[in-house]
């Protein structure tokens, strides 16, 4: 209990620290786009790479991965049913029902979460998994055969990107799935090769130990 009260005690100032520091205009009024590009594009997926990339993965495939697979799927598939059969909601609108109530923050908030209260960011790795190959995906789908946005157009825009491609290149999941590549292979990389990266990451919450 008493390492759960600190850990949030210490979220919590960090908290207080960013709000002082928005108030004051320290750090320009474009500072929370381009802090939260830097952590989701850059620190997040160099930590869980190499948090994922030294874990052992029975871990990914333990009794409680499934769990939060099967739950995860389970919800999503029943909110869909209820949205479109059951209210008769438009496929558009039944997708992003559905995502708003079974998807949930596992990065931005899953991962700090997990490192200052459980110490390992990797426990979040099998609802990020399921969520950004599975969920993503199909209510990409789901979108763009409703006529959803189309995403930029114009000149030197190319096609646009299947929705499988889109969840793969999201840089989370790029972290993610090189880290499990690394673990997968009978040869665990170097200090000295996981340092820059590790550098990287410490921009991201890091285990207490």
Known sequence: MTD???????MAVVIAAGWVLRVRGVLGDDSARVLATVCFSVAGPCLLFSTVARADLGRLASGGAVVTWATTLALAAVLAA???????LPPGRAAI???AGSYVNAGNLGIPLAVYLFGDAL???PTMLV?????APLAFVALDRAGGPQGPSGPGVGRRRSPLRTAVTNPITVGTLLGLA??????????????PVELLGSAAPRSRS
């Open 123 to 125: 426990v979040v790795v």
């Open 182 to 195: 690394v673990a997968a292979v009978p040869w665990t990389p170097p200090d000295v090769l996981l340092a």
């Open 97 to 99: 029902t559905t995502l």
């Open 131 to 135: 969520q950004l190959l599975l969920l």
């Open 4 to 10: 759960v009260l600190a850990a949030l005690a210490t």
């Open 82 to 88: 209820i949205c479109r059969w059951g209210l008769r």
